[in-house]
């Protein structure tokens, strides 16, 4: 038993169980029953040809052929009252042109009975078994064959166009994708009847046209199938091509060449294998052009549109643009986007186009609602229809779509939320939505669902940056009156200061008379106390103005800081000799004049060298260092002490106002805490930085940056 004949095998069974599967669903069904009958005939046919090509001798193929005569006879008029009862046509005529096939089918079934009248005259044995061979009225039958199956497919295509329900067309894809590649593929049989020794394919097809019914039946929710039909156009016309060329090659050859007929087949095999594949090649790009065209533009406007809303982060503006798009795109009468207002608890439309009834919404029970969070893809108003899962369901559904005039309600879905529901209308054009318009409104949705979020992220990072901005205005407020007080208070306090000191110093000079030595003693440590509250007043103003002029630039002029350094270091001998510290300066003796405030640069090293003296203990082994380095494209200064140190923790602190590493009412070192604050937004003031490095108990380093500005 070869492939021939177990496909034919596996052909009749297939049709037998999808014929009684589909009876036994609904046996009362008048388009069950016509279906049921279809199948009788392919399961006839496929018996006798089954019968036909395993048979021993020719009385045996004969009556294989007269069986699938049988069933081939009334296959064309049990198919066009299938299509009847499919496209639900009561229409007198049509009525009148399928009893006319039955009558032709009987008829042909008597005539086979006369030999002399039979479609079929003969058997011989071809391709590995017998295979029929053509009589007086195998043409007539061929025409009647072609005519029913034509007209049959002709009522298919003419009620796709029409219907307004995309189940319906759908199911009626299917029908005619199927019957096509039968079709198609008939004609190598009737070839190989008339004489042309054709590979036979209508077992083949009637097996992929089982699968094809099958899937349409079990898959409720069908799919497009121009695939199918493109492929069954292909193969189609490359068919008709090959036989043309096939059949015009003989023909010169033979008839007008006078070559061998072995010779001529050889020559007419070469040709058509070098032309085979640019023929083939050609046809499926016409066909790509024509079948995918509109599918290949849905793609590149979902592209674009995709670039354009994952940039949109106003949320009106996203929504315009969405509506916009589906308003050019798909024509609908009316869409309408409706959001979950968590306030209310309900999805209520925000954003439309056209005649729409904003005044309806869905609670979050609303079965529309239930079927989005269950199932998660889009529904259409003929699966509620006709879908037994909305039977419990179906009166408040279709109320609600009769109101809106909905065709179509897609879920808006965000990490398996729903946030949203698009609703549309019916097309303007009165055409319903195709597979590649739904899958691009699907695909549309999961765009929106994720530039609503971003929307929202940017809308609530918005909000965020306005309230910073807010507690940052306050925050400069604050600030501004804080160093406007300090300053007022400061300048307050050093007037009577200057005052005081004044007449403390005539007093320690004698010149308001003569004291002991306990007033002097009092008055020397009143001196040293009001020195002190002077200094703290001057940081003060200080980091007052410091604040004041953040940002600003210094006043530049040229500046000796070998200079400067020697000066910091005459001034604060006396205090490092007092504590037995050695103080050390390095500094390149040729080092350049640059462009710098002086005041400002004294100002740095002189409060981090007082900074070090204050932290390093009386210890004749203790040594404070100052220095600056000249990098090239900036400078480097330094100040370094082997003192007490800094903790890792409280180093980020250093710079801090008012910050002081022991902040006890007993503490040792005395101070406000405002000396490197000052430092920082002086260097930061000018462009640089500063940083310290530290171990507690072993000293400190702070360096600093400057921006080096050559002296032209």
């Not at 038993?1 to 999808?18: D, K, N, P, W």
Request: charged share 20%; aromatic share 12%.
């Amino acid at each position: 038993m070869g492939f021939y004949t177990v496909t034919l095998f596996i052909a009749g069974f297939v049709h037998l169980l999808l014929g009684l599967f589909v009876l036994s669903k609904n046996i009362k069904s008048q388009r069950n029953r016509a279906f049921a009958l279809f199948e009788a005939s392919i399961v006839i046919w496929s018996i006798g040809m089954f019968m036909m090509t395993i048979a021993s001798d020719k009385q045996m193929a004969m009556t294989g052929v007269r069986i699938l005569h049988f069933g081939l006879f009334f296959s064309f008029g049990n198919f066009f009252y299938f299509v009847l009862t499919l496209i639900d046509d009561q229409s007198k005529r049509n009525k009148i042109i399928c009893s006319t096939a039955y009558i032709l089918g009987l008829l042909f079934n008597i005539t086979d009975q006369i030999k002399s009248l039979a479609t079929v005259s003969d058997v011989i044995f071809v391709f590995g078994s017998y295979q029929p061979v053509a009589g007086k009225a195998a043409p007539f039958f061929n025409l009647t064959f072609l005519f029913f199956v034509s007209y049959g497919v002709y009522l298919l295509y003419k009620r796709y166009q029409i219907s307004e329900s995309l189940l319906e067309k759908n199911r009626i894809s299917y029908v005619f994708g199927g019957m096509f590649i039968i079709f198609i593929s008939s004609i190598t049989n009737i070839l190989l009847v008339m004489g042309l020794k054709v590979y036979p394919l209508a077992h083949l097809a009637i097996i992929i046209y089982a699968l094809i019914i099958t899937y349409a039946i079990i898959k409720y929710r069908l799919m497009d199938i121009s695939l199918i039909i493109q492929k069954g156009i292909i193969y189609s016309l490359l068919t008709t091509l090959v036989t043309t060329i096939w059949l015009l090659a003989i023909f010169i050859f033979e008839g007008v060449l006078h070559f061998e007929t072995l010779y001529a087949r050889v020559l007419t095999i070469v040709i058509i294998i070098f032309i085979f594949q640019p023929i083939r090649e050609k046809i499926q790009l016409l066909v790509d052009k024509r079948f995918y065209r509109e599918k290949h533009n849905l793609q590149q406007i979902l592209k674009k549109v995709s670039s354009d809303i994952s940039t949109t982060l106003d949320r009106e503006d996203l929504f315009l643009l969405v509506l916009n798009v589906i308003k050019k795109v798909i024509h609908p009468q009316y869409a309408a986007i409706m959001l979950f207002d968590q306030s209310k608890g309900v999805y209520k439309p925000e954003f439309t186009f056209g005649d729409y009834d904003k005044s309806e919404v869905f609670k979050e029970d609303h079965p529309i609602v239930h079927w989005f969070n269950q199932e998660k893809r889009e529904l259409l108003k003929e699966e509620v229809k006709e879908n037994p899962e909305f039977n419990d369901v179906k009166e408040v559904l279709t109320n609600v779509i009769e109101k809106l005039r909905m065709i179509i309600s897609i879920p808006i879905i965000f990490k398996e939320k729903l946030i949203g529901i698009l609703n549309l209308g019916s097309k303007l054009s009165s055409k319903v939505y195709s597979n590649d318009e739904l899958v691009f409104l699907s695909t549309l949705s999961s765009e929106i669902a994720l530039a609503l979020e971003n929307t929202k992220l940017f809308t609530e990072l918005k909000k965020y940056a306005l309230e910073l901005e807010k507690r940052a205005i306050q925050l400069q407020i604050a600030n501004e009156t804080k160093s406007n007080f300090l300053a007022v208070v400061s300048h307050e306090l050093q007037t009577p200061l200057t005052v005081i000191i004044g007449y403390l110093n005539l007093f320690l000079q004698k010149t308001l008379g003569e004291y002991n030595s306990a007033q002097e003693e009092g008055l020397k440590i009143m001196m040293k106390r009001s020195e002190r509250l002077r200094k703290l007043i001057g940081n003060i103003l200080a980091f007052s103005k410091a604040e004041q002029r953040e940002g600003d630039k210094l006043e530049e002029e040229v500046v000796n800081f070998k200079k400067i350094i020697e000066e910091v270091v005459s001034t604060f001998t006396q205090a490092a000799q007092g504590k037995q510290i050695i103080l050390q300066a390095q500094i390149d003796t040729n080092f350049p004049l640059v462009r710098y405030n002086g005041k400002k640069a004294k100002e740095i090293f002189s409060k981090l060298m007082d900074n070090a003296i204050k932290f390093t203990p009386a210890n004749s082994f203790n040594k404070v260092t100052i220095g600056l380095i000249d990098k090239g494209s900036y400078l480097q200064g330094f100040v370094e002490d082997t003192g007490i140190g800094i903790a890792a923790e409280r180093q980020e602190k250093m710079f801090e106002s008012f910050y002081q590493i022991d902040m006890s009412d007993k503490r040792e070192y005395e101070g406000l805490g405002l000396g490197l604050a000052i430092v920082k937004k002086i260097i930061e003031n000018s462009g640089g930085t500063i940083k310290v490095n530290s171990e507690k108990d072993k000293g400190s380093k702070f360096v600093f940056t400057l921006p080096k500005k050559e002296v032209i």
